[in-house]
């Protein structure tokens, strides 16, 4: 089990007036994950909630002067495949954002732009 929390506030001291790019103002992050003896197999699940986001060009976001709060869930599964000696090579299969949510993970200059609704990414990772 992991987690952890991050709370960003930023202001340009040399001209309070100008917007600075700012980022999420704070980040949960809770993590489980499951690795039985001979870690052959592992199963895990992240939740990630990131707060309200400032826009940096107040007035163009077609959605605010802030990007909404969101929570996103991902579950993630991994099988070693082949093992010799230290050298190991495994398949991974991962779901995200399992709610279906629209999202937007950085501000872009001028526009809303969403990251993708959920999905499944697969990897094949070697260990040597």
């Excluded at 197999?41 to 707060?51: A, I, M, Q």
């Amino acid at each position: 089990l992991s987690a952890n929390f991050s709370r960003i506030r930023s202001k340009n001291v040399t001209n309070p007036d100008s917007p600075v790019g700012d980022t999420y103002s704070r980040k949960v992050v809770f993590d489980a994950a499951w690795r039985p003896i001979g870690n052959r197999v592992s199963l895990g699940y992240t939740l990630r909630h990131n707060g309200e986001q400032k826009d940096v060009i107040v007035g163009s976001s077609p959605v605010g002067a802030a990007l909404p709060s969101f929570t996103v869930h991902d579950v993630r599964a991994q099988a070693a495949l082949l093992e010799r000696g230290r050298n190991r090579m495994s398949v991974m299969l991962g779901l995200n954002n399992l709610t279906n949510e629209l999202y937007a993970e950085f501000a872009n200059a001028s526009f809303f732009r969403p990251e993708p609704r959920r999905s499944v990414s697969t990897a094949v990772v070697v260990e040597f």
